[in-house]
């Protein structure tokens, strides 16, 4: 089982970045694919989900109207298209895979992350 996450950067405050997370070793379609952010001291937070199901996505609200995350299922990859950053948007970020999920409260599979630092 293998989540590989990129994309992640230096980008200015206002910049855009797009996340990957390319998935393998599992059935992917069987998955909801979620993003999750830490910075050191801090709790990891959920940013955001797209369902098993039907690909519904949920977000926290500190990324709605900016963040937008898709899936193609003919790559097993989800994509995390981030808009109008904000320096409280660096962390690292993760992608995680739940079987059946539809919020991603309990992943089964982590990938390792990538950094993402938005400069003032």
């Not at 590989?4 to 070793?25: D, E, K, N, P």
């Not at 599992?26 to 709790?43: C, H, L, M, N």
């Not at 059946?100 to 409260?105: A, D, E, K, P, V």
Request: aromatic share 10%; proline share 2%; charged share 20%.
């Amino acid at each position: 089982v293998q989540l590989q996450a990129s994309g992640g950067g230096l980008v200015q405050a206002g910049g855009s970045l797009r996340l990957s997370c390319a998935a393998s070793g599992f059935t992917f379609d069987d998955y909801a694919i979620g993003w999750f952010r830490q910075v050191p001291g801090k709790e990891r937070e959920g940013v955001t989900c797209i369902s098993s199901s039907d690909d519904t996505t949920v977000y926290a609200d500190s990324v709605k109207g900016r963040f937008t995350l898709s899936r193609d299922r003919a790559k097993n990859t989800v994509y995390l298209q981030m808009d109008s950053l904000k320096p409280e948007d660096t962390a690292v970020y993760y992608c995680a895979a739940e079987r059946w999920g539809h919020l991603c409260f309990s992943p089964d599979h982590w990938g390792q992350g990538t950094q993402v630092t938005v400069s003032s």
